[in-house]
C-alpha cells in the first residue's frame, strides 16, 4: 500500500509576525524597572505593566496617549511636598537634560523616577522600588549621627574628665598649702596668691565675720585694690540664703548691696558670691567678679563651678585653723580667769627672750599671789574663792599695758611678763597692782569678803636669768622674801650670788 505523506502545517506568516511583534512587550513587562516612554508633545507611547505595580494602579488608569500631565496630577505622587520635585523634573525636560526624583506611592512605598531624553524628544521614565535603599540610607544617617553624637558625648566626658583632674591637681596643691597654715594671716596671704592662678580673669575678695558678728571684715583680695574695710552682714544675697550666689547682668537676679554700694569703679557685667561656712557655721564671705571677656566665656559656668569648689576647700582651710586657734587658746588659758596659764608663761618667755638677744633689750617679770587666800576658802568657801580669783583677774587685766602678758600659775599664783620694760618698771606696775587692789571690793551672795591684799617679788631680763627656769626661780624667791617681809609689798630680785642662785654661764 502506498504510503500518504502527511504534511504537518508550519504557523501563518501573520501568526509569526504577531509573535514578533509581542516578544518586546513580554520582554518590557517581566522587567523588576516599570517604563514609560512620552513623546516630544508629552504623551504616553509606550509602558510596561511593572509601572502598573510600582505606582499601584489599575489596567485601565494608564492609557497610551494620556498625557504626562493628567497622569501626575491623577496620582498623587507623593503628595504636594513634591510638587517642586515635579516643576524641576518639567524644566528638566524642557532643557533636555535627565531628571530624578523619589515619590510614596498609595501603599506607601518609595519610587524613584528617572527620566532621560531619547531621539525625536521623547522621553524615557523609569520606575524603580527604592524603598529599601532609601531606608538603609536613612539607617546609615541616624546611624552615622547617633555615632557623632556617640564620639561628641565621649570627647565632652574626655574633657570634663581632664578638666576635673586639672582642677582636682590644682585644689590638691590648695590643701596643701592651706593646711600648712598655722594662722589666719598666713592662710590669706595663701588665698591671694593661688586665686589668680586657679581662676584666670577673676578678681575677688575675702571677708569674715567680726566678733560682733554685726559685719565682714576685708581679709584679703587678688587682682584688685577694692576690698573693703567692712560690708553688712545682711548686704549679700548669698549671706542671706546661705548657698552660692551667681548674679549675671540682665537676667533674673538682683545685685548684692555690697556690689550696688561700692561698684568697685566698674561695671559688674557678672559675679558670684561663696558663703565661707565651716562645721555649719558662716565664718565669711567669697566675692568674685568676672571681667566681661571672661563672663561672655563659654567656660563661665565651669568657672563658676570651680570658685564654689574652692570657696569650699577655703572654708574648711579657715575652719581648721580656728579650730586650732581654739584649741591652742583652751590649753594656754585659765577657765576661771581667763588670764594666760603657766605654759603660756614658759612659751611666752622663751619668745621674749630670742626676741631681746636680737634687739638687745631687756624685760620684766613679776610674780604675785594673794595673802591669805587659803582663809577665803576655809571660812566663805571654794566658790568665794572662785569669785576672788575673777575679780582680781579682771583687776589685772585692767592695769595692764598693751604689749603685758597676765598669767594665772595655778592656785592663788600670778605673773606678768612685761616686755621692754625694765626692773623699776616691773616695780612700779606691781605697786600700782596693789594699790588698785586695796580698792576692790568682793561680794559674795549677801556677804562683803575681806579686802584683798598680795605679795609680789620683781625681776628683769637679763640680770635675773637667761633661761625662762632660772627667771621664774629668781621672781619666786623675791615673792617668797616679800611674804617674809610681812605680806603686801614688794620685794626686787636679789642678785644671783645673794639669792643663793648659781650665775648662768
Known sequence: MKQQKIEIPSKSKAEGRSAERNLPSEILNILDQGIMMWSAEGTCVLFNTRVLDLLGFKADQI?????????????SMGGPAKAHDLAEAEAQIRANRPYSFDITNLSGRTINITGRPARNGCYLETFVDVTAARQASQDLIVAKQAAESAESRTRDILESERTRQSEAKLLGHLDEWLQSCKTLKELFAIVTRFMPKLLPGSKGELYVYSNSRDALDGMCNWNTVDLHDSISADSCWALRRGR?????????CVECEHVAEHRHN?????????????????????HIRFDRIAAESAHMTQSAKFAVRCGEHISM?????KLRDELHEKSVRDPLTGLYNRRYLVEALRREINASERRGTGFGLV?????????????????AGDVVLRTLGAKITDCLGGRDIACRL?????????????IEAAEAFAQKLREATHKVSVRYGETILPEITISAGVTAYP???????????????????AKAKGRDCIVRAYQPEESGIAPEG
Open 266 to 286: 566698674v561695671s559688674v557685667p557678672e559675679y558670684i558670691c561663696i558663703p565661707i561656712i565651716a562645721h555649719g557655721d558662716t565664718v565669711g564671705l567669697l
Open 317 to 321: 582651710a579657715i575652719a581648721n585653723v
Open 63 to 75: 492609557k497610551i496617549g494620556v498625557s504626562r500631565a493628567d497622569l501626575r496630577s491623577t496620582c
Open 367 to 383: 610674780s604675785f599671789d594673794i595673802d591669805h587666800f587659803k582663809t577665803f576658802n576655809d571660812n566663805h568657801g571654794h566658790d
Open 463 to 481: 640680770d635675773g636669768g637667761t633661761r625662762p627656769q632660772s627667771l621664774m626661780q629668781c621672781v619666786d624667791k623675791a615673792l617668797y622674801a
Open 410 to 422: 595655778g592656785g592663788e599664783e600670778f605673773a606678768i611678763l612685761m616686755p621692754g620694760a625694765d
Open 244 to 252: 552660692s550666689y551667681e548674679y549675671e547682668e540682665g537676667g533674673l
